[in-house]
T-cell receptor, first 110, second 113 residues
Framework: DTGVSQNPRHKITKRGQNVTFRCDPI?????LYWYRQTLGQGPEFLTY????????KSRLLSDRFSAERPKGSFSTLEIQRTEQGDSAMYLC????????FGQGTRLTVV | QQQVKQSPQSLIVQKGGIPIINCAYE??????FPWYQQFPGKGPALLIA?????SEKKEGRFTISFNKSAKQFSLHIMDSQPGDSATYFC????????????FGTGTRLTVIP
């Protein structure tokens, strides 16, 4: 499969715990993006990498959120001290020009 | 504030019908307008995209109409099929790609056989 791969597909965690998601972009795509999608809404932009540099962050990305893309390949998104409001689908996309999305990681905070 | 407004929220058509989904925007700096299709449990998949220098673009059964002066654009699905039943999102950004795409709230399309 040469598409954008996200792991895990589903994550259930207790409030206050830390979680980390991984995204493997399409190879040779230098741009990588994280979005969040809540039920019944469109995706909302979180952050953007070009190679290993994080070039843009949305105000939605609070201090509890951190994203990395070491070596400009895969990326991780960590949420610390999770809250119930963090429950959502976290989507990763990659592009050269047109963007391709992964299937997402559905986070449920209980 | 919703940067891209999308309507209707849901739409039901008979097979072979032509569903039309409409979007409007305010920010004249937007320069790239894609449409995405999303099935339950899947990520959005790019269907078709347009830049504001053209008024219409067709790819297969999907057509985007773009009205720059009205700041509106729409998706038409010709000869709709039950397999087209999905949620459709319009989006806009200042550059092509996915950095800081502003999505509409989605239209849930059901095509009845």
């Amino acid at each position: 499969d040469t598409g954008v791969s996200q792991n895990p597909r589903h994550k259930i965690t207790k409030r206050g715990q830390n979680v980390t998601f991984r995204c493997d972009p399409i190879s040779e795509h230098n741009r990588l993006y994280w979005y969040r999608q809540t039920l019944g809404q469109g995706p909302e932009f979180l952050t953007y990498f070009q190679n290993e540099a994080q070039l843009e962050k949305s105000r939605l990305l609070s201090d509890r959120f951190s994203a990395e893309r070491p070596k400009g390949s895969f990326s991780t998104l960590e949420i610390q001290r999770t809250e119930q409001g963090d429950s959502a689908m976290y989507l990763c996309a990659s592009s050269i020009t047109e963007a391709f999305f992964g299937q997402g990681t559905r986070l449920t905070v209980v | 504030q919703q940067q891209v407004k999308q309507s209707p929220q849901s739409l039901i058509v008979q097979k072979g019908g032509i569903p039309i989904i409409n979007c409007a925007y305010e920010n004249t700096a937007f320069d790239y307008f894609p449409w995405y299709q999303q099935f339950p449990g899947k990520g959005p998949a790019l269907l078709i995209a347009i830049r504001p220098d053209v008024s219409e673009k067709k790819e297969g059964r999907f057509t985007i109409s773009f009205n720059k002066s009205a700041k509106q654009f729409s998706l038409h699905i010709m000869d709709s099929q039950p397999g087209d039943s999905a949620t459709y999102f319009c989006a806009a950004s200042k550059v092509a790609g996915a950095n800081n795409l502003f999505f509409g709230t989605g239209t849930r399309l059901t095509v009845i056989p």
